[in-house]
């Protein structure tokens, strides 16, 4: 157990809906980030937030978003969704910035159809 | 951005003989590289990193080995066992610049150990 939850583990929605996924860090840990892993992109960085502070994005779309709040824990929502939006979507955290010694929640699997 | 090539894709190697994973990587600023292992349906599992002062690092039967100024680095597990049958991911990270960005994965190794 990495100490990172993430809930749900499975969630199916149709396409055109607006999901949230939940990520829950390790305690003391300030930095989230959020992942998506598809067979055919792989493992890819989406989003980097700091103690409650946007730090960094990589390849996000602009229906994602995501936010941290006060507790440390961070949300991740995903709108207009469409079937290539079906992936694994894991959350890391870490004590500080910069990915090092990150963390992997169980991750939430998506699936739209 | 940091760009990272891993090879190979699949390695089938016997029980008991050695295996090893090779990873490049484009941004010279990038100076933190760890593994993850990730078993069929679950989370990856940090199992080794290792930062750009550092030439080569061990951990019982895995091992890292950083080359900076050919930009790659490798793993080797030896006397490999059933158990390290997985998908193994490298990455890098400009952990000093600013800190903020996130890893940039290598595409992953499948790694089957054959009894």
């Known amino acids: 157990d990495s100490g990172v939850t993430q809930t749900p583990k499975h969630l199916i929605t149709a396409t055109g809906q607006r999901v949230t996924l939940r990520c829950s860090p390790r305690?003391?840990?300030?930095?989230v980030y959020w992942y998506q892993q598809s067979l055919d992109q792989g493992l890819q960085f989406l989003i980097h937030?700091?103690?409650?502070?946007?730090?960094a994005k990589g390849n996000i779309l602009e229906r994602f978003s995501a936010q941290q709040f006060p507790d440390l824990h961070s949300e991740l929502n995903l709108s207009s969704l469409e079937l290539g939006d079906s992936a694994l979507y894991f959350c890391a955290s870490s004590v500080v910035q910069g990915g090092t010694e990150a963390f992997f929640g169980q991750g939430t699997r998506l699936t739209v159809v | 951005g940091e760009n990272v090539e891993q090879h190979p894709s699949t390695l089938s190697v016997q029980e008991g003989d050695s295996a090893v994973i090779k990873c490049t990587y484009s941004d010279s600023a990038s100076n933190y590289f760890p593994w993850y292992k990730q078993e069929l349906g679950k989370r990856p599992q940090l199992i080794i990193d290792i930062r750009s002062n550092v030439g080569e690092k061990k951990d019982q039967r895995i091992a890292v080995t950083l080359n900076k100024t050919a930009k790659h680095f490798s793993l080797h597990i030896t006397e490999t066992q059933p158990e390290d049958s997985a998908v193994y991911f490298c990455?890098?990270?400009?952990?000093?610049?600013?800190?903020?960005?996130?890893?940039?994965f290598g595409k992953g190794t499948h790694l089957i150990i054959q009894p």
């Open positions: 937030y700091y103690n409650g502070e946007e730090r």
């Open positions: 990455a890098a990270s400009p952990y000093l610049r600013g800190g903020a960005d996130g890893l940039t």
């Open positions: 305690s003391g840990d300030l930095s």
